[in-house]
């Protein structure tokens, strides 16, 4: 079991296409434009609040958006030791993503979807484990 957190929309929708074809259940705990993304793919889910959701799980998905729900979300996850992914949709400030309260909040791993973001996220986080997904 896992839980995936997420908020806007390009994060979503990326997610949400990867979770279509996993066979792992997952929970949800999603906010802000990613509640429709959601409730549309996996009508079934329930929305759930993200304390609840880490109870059962051995890992978190999150995108990453402009919202610090993601954030918190790695750093309970981190403090409950449970493995912390991020996925990547876009090109820049990938850096600035995982600034809370001024902060450094780095996952564990970092997801990205193409051969470029993956040069990018490289160079950007030396220590952390990168995979390129699709």
Known sequence: MFTIVCHDA??????????INQNEEFNISVSG???????????KKKNMDI????????WILTSTSSSKNELKAI??????NIKTISFLDHWINF???????N???LPDE???????????AKDTFKQTKIKLLF
């Open 110 to 120: 970092l997801w990205v979807s193409d051969k470029y973001a993956f040069k990018i």
């Open 10 to 19: 390009g994060g979503s929708e990326l997610v949400s296409s990867w979770a």
């Open 103 to 105: 902060k450094l909040c």
């Open 75 to 80: 750093l309970l996850a981190k403090k409950n």
């Open 95 to 101: 850096k600035n993503r995982f600034f809370y309260k």
């Open 51 to 58: 304390v609840k959701c880490l109870n059962n799980s051995k």
């Open 33 to 43: 434009p990613a509640e429709l993304i959601f409730k549309k793919k996996f009508p």
